[in-house]
Structure formats: C-alpha cells, structure tokens
C-alpha cells in the first residue's frame, strides 16, 4: 500500500493551494483517507477526512469553511482544497487511509503516506 501527497509549497496569506494524495495497493474505493498537518514542535493534528461513502468532516475551529476535501474513485485520489490560507496553516500535511471509516485521530488510520510542505507567508 502506498500514499503519496503532493502540491505543497510557498503561498502568501490568503492564497489558495489544493493539495492531492495518490493511493495505490488497495481496493480505494473502500476506504476512508484522512489528512493530517504538523507543525515544528507541534503535535501532528487532524483536518479533515473523507469516508468510503464520501461523507466528510473538518477540523472545526480552524479549517472549516476554508478547507474542502474531495475523492476521486477513477483516479484514486483524494485533494484537499485549501482557500484563505494563514500562516498558522504552514506545517507538513500527510494523508494517511483506513478502511470504510476515518477518525479524527492518528490512531484511526493503518496507512500513511510520506507529507508535503506548505508553507504560507505573511
């Protein structure tokens, strides 16, 4: 099983970046993928997930209304479109997959994926 994130990179505040995570290696329509973000010396945080149903849920404080995941059964992918985007954004984003139903914590999900950079400039 593989996941891959990518589209990271340098963006001003209120920019927008829309970040992909490719998976392969399993049956991808029936599992959930779920991104996470981490930032230096910070503890890796949830942001949103998308389940096998494509029902979603978000971070509630922060990214909420700003952020929108989505899933491509055909090309097994999952993008998170990011708008509005702040400097407390900037972390690593990975995205990690377990079957049928994601969570909200690390402990939730059985695959990861290596993260992308996004860094957002003030």
């Known amino acids: 099983v593989q996941l891959q994130a990518f589209g990271g990179g340098l963006v001003r505040t209120g920019d927008s970046l829309r970040l992909s995570c490719a998976v392969s290696g399993l049956t991808f329509g029936d599992y959930a993928v779920g991104w996470f973000r981490q930032s230096p010396g910070k503890e890796r945080e949830f942001v949103a997930f998308i389940n096998w149903n494509h029902d979603v849920a978000y971070k509630e404080d922060s990214v909420k209304g700003r952020f929108t995941i989505s899933r491509d059964n055909a090309q097994n992918t999952v993008d998170l479109q990011m708008n509005s985007l702040k400097p407390e954004d900037t972390a690593v984003y990975s995205c990690?997959?377990?079957?049928?139903?994601?969570?909200?914590?690390?402990?939730?999900?059985?695959?990861w994926g290596q993260g992308t950079k996004v860094t957002v400039s003030s």
């Open positions: 990690a997959s377990e079957k049928y139903f994601g969570g909200t914590s690390s402990a939730d999900y059985k695959y």
